[in-house]
């Protein structure tokens, strides 16, 4: 048994985190997914993904156009509302693997070590060329984290 985090945060989002997600509110209230999308991708996405992997960019677009609108503000809203689940952190007592592209604006590197710091038997690891969504985004080295820390770490 174990837990993978990966491209997450335990604290809640600041002002300007707050801020953007109203704004994703209004956004799809008013012009759907499609503007939520168009709003997005590039955060989502490590830089090099915006310009060299357009099949990438174009992925992520069509997964956030093909959700409802009421499905895009209630996760919206989720993460408005997230609880701080820093405190928790220590009391994880299985093996996990905290996760992260080297890329990723929305949980910045420094968040990720944090929590891996805070987890007992946690291993760290940052995923080049990758932003938000490492496991999409570099499929090949995040596969091979997730085996090897598999294979070391977990009993089932």
């Given at each position: 048994m174990g837990v993978i985090l990966a491209d997450t945060r335990?604290?809640?989002?600041?002002?300007?985190?707050?801020?953007?997600?109203?704004?994703?509110?209004?956004?799809v209230r008013q012009e759907g997914p499609a503007s939520v999308?168009?709003?997005?991708?590039?955060?989502l996405l490590g830089k090099d993904d915006?310009?060299?992997r357009p099949d990438i960019v174009a992925r992520v677009g069509q997964m956030i156009h093909?959700?409802?609108?009421?499905?895009?503000?209630?996760?919206?809203?989720?993460?408005?509302?997230?609880?701080d689940s820093t405190p928790?952190?220590?009391?994880?007592?299985?093996?996990?693997?905290?996760?992260?592209?080297?890329?990723?604006?929305?949980?910045?590197?420094?968040?990720?070590?944090?929590?891996?710091?805070?987890?007992?038997r946690a291993t760290f690891v940052r995923i080049p060329e990758a932003g938000h969504l490492?496991?999409?985004?570099?499929?090949?080295?995040?596969?091979?984290a997730v085996t090897g820390w598999l294979d070391s770490s977990v009993t089932v």
């Amino acid at each position: 048994m174990g837990v993978i985090l990966a491209d997450t945060r335990s604290t809640p989002g600041g002002a300007e985190a707050l801020e953007g997600h109203r704004h994703l509110l209004q956004a799809v209230r008013q012009e759907g997914p499609a503007s939520v999308a168009a709003d997005v991708v590039q955060k989502l996405l490590g830089k090099d993904d915006t310009h060299q992997r357009p099949d990438i960019v174009a992925r992520v677009g069509q997964m956030i156009h093909d959700q409802t609108p009421e499905g895009i503000a209630a996760a919206v809203r989720v993460l408005m509302s997230r609880p701080d689940s820093t405190p928790l952190l220590s009391g994880i007592r299985v093996p996990t693997l905290v996760v992260v592209g080297k890329e990723d604006t929305l949980t910045p590197l420094q968040e990720m070590e944090r929590m891996a710091a805070a987890i007992p038997r946690a291993t760290f690891v940052r995923i080049p060329e990758a932003g938000h969504l490492a496991n999409l985004e570099n499929a090949t080295v995040f596969n091979r984290a997730v085996t090897g820390w598999l294979d070391s770490s977990v009993t089932v």
